[in-house]
């Protein structure tokens, strides 16, 4: 599990925004760190290496988007994007630049946190050695063996419910967008073809999840992509 005691920098121009995040998360261990503005939170990355960065897109000197692209040309620091911005282009062009989750304001402190744990889960298994085991409550993905297994009994997977469960446990809590998903499986001439996520997430659901219809285990974010529910996610 991620250390509370990790090191997180606010990233957001509204005073009562950052005051309210350092009260909140102080409280539970974490270090916070503050930036006012772009070049503060540039500044602030590369000097104190912060574990994850929470980050407000409406910045006064740069568009978040931009800061993000920066911080990607160099770094792997998990982003959590918290902005007001709550349109489906805006949410997947961070995620395509870069970016780790994406929250819109208001938002609820609990979720706020629940997505921080998932991020720096993610990037511990990243850093770790070797491939891992990936629990995720009763689902276990060896990413070694490629074995899948459902309350300890083996699951049969096509190569391509394979591949894309294997993206989405790879980055767990992480939002997938379509493009990045089909990208990654079909290749760059079928970003486009969001019918076949469809089709095949709802087949890995039917094979993974005890209730396909109100699934718990691979989330829909409506019009942007999907995750793992990162939460009960662990590498053994």
Do not use: C
Not at 11 to 33: C, M
């Amino acid at each position: 599990m991620p250390s509370s005691g990790s090191k997180i920098l606010i990233v957001d121009d509204e005073p009562q925004i950052r005051r309210f995040l350092r009260a909140s998360l102080s409280a539970h261990d974490y270090e916070v760190l503050e930036a006012d503005n772009a070049a503060n939170a540039i500044k602030i990355l590369t000097v104190e290496m912060p574990d994850l960065v929470v980050l407000d897109l409406g910045l006064p000197d740069m568009d978040g988007l931009e800061v993000i692209e920066r911080v990607r040309e160099w770094s792997q620091v998990p982003i959590l994007v918290l902005s007001i911005r709550s349109d489906e282009s805006d949410k997947i062009a961070a995620l395509d630049r870069g970016a780790d989750d994406y929250i819109t304001k208001p938002f609820g402190m609990g979720e706020l946190m629940a997505r921080m744990r998932a991020a720096l889960r993610h990037r511990q298994q990243a850093e770790g050695e070797g491939d891992p085991v990936i629990a995720l409550g009763d689902i276990t993905v060896d990413l070694a063996k490629r074995q899948v297994t459902r309350h300890g009994q083996p699951v049969k997977l096509s190569k391509k419910e394979y591949e894309l469960l294997r993206v989405l446990v790879s980055h767990p809590g992480k939002v997938m967008t379509h493009q990045q998903l089909l990208r990654e499986i079909w290749g760059d001439a079928y970003i486009e073809e969001t019918q076949y996520l469809r089709v095949y997430v709802g087949q890995l659901r039917q094979k993974l999840e005890n209730d396909p219809g109100r699934p718990h285990l691979i989330i829909t974010e409506p019009g942007v992509g999907y995750r793992v529910q990162g939460e009960e996610t662990t590498a053994v």
